[in-house]
């Protein structure tokens, strides 16, 4: 069992309107802990997904900073309503000689993802307002009880909860309508109607 501290709890919302809840947030008391900032990630693994076979992720992060991120699998726990996980993070100051770092170690890039993210503190939880090519999202993480507490002060419906990561969203988006690419940039979905409300209520009855 991993230890405690390296566990990351949280759920995920769509965001319909992303002005509204934002304001929501505000109005509640949020504290701006990160202004908005663009976001590009990269998926390391072997050439035959080792690490995505095994539901982990080994992910570096680009914004203000870089950092490498390892994430287990997901914790199976029928007592826990939201998505737990291991995740380890480390930051370093050299995005390209990292990268190089790993494919040395014979992990290669395999999944770019990018999005426009702002941060938030409210009640004890970091809240997250993710802009993806796809559609927004509201994630919330810290305490589950917290978590819970709080998605009922923002008005989101519980049983509307997403558990789902943005990279395992895309391969049910990319599957749904057949499309010619993995890596979710901007530009892949600019000019395009496909949208997660595509496949949400497919996830939502499996």
Known sequence: MPAVNNLEVEVKFLVVDLAAVRKQLLDA??????????ERNVRFDTADNTLLKKEELLRLRQDTAVILTFKGPSEFDLVSEAKVREEIEVQADDFDRLAVILKRLGY?????YEKYRETFRLNNLEIVLDEMPYGNFIELEGNESDIKATASLLGLNWQE????NYLAMMGLLAEYHNLPFQDVTFENFRDSDVSIKDILPLENDS
Do not use: H, N, T
């Open 108 to 112: 290669d890039p395999q999944q770019v």
């Open 29 to 38: 008391g949020a504290e701006i802990i990160r202004p908005r900032v663009y």
């Open 161 to 164: 909860r997403i558990l789902s």
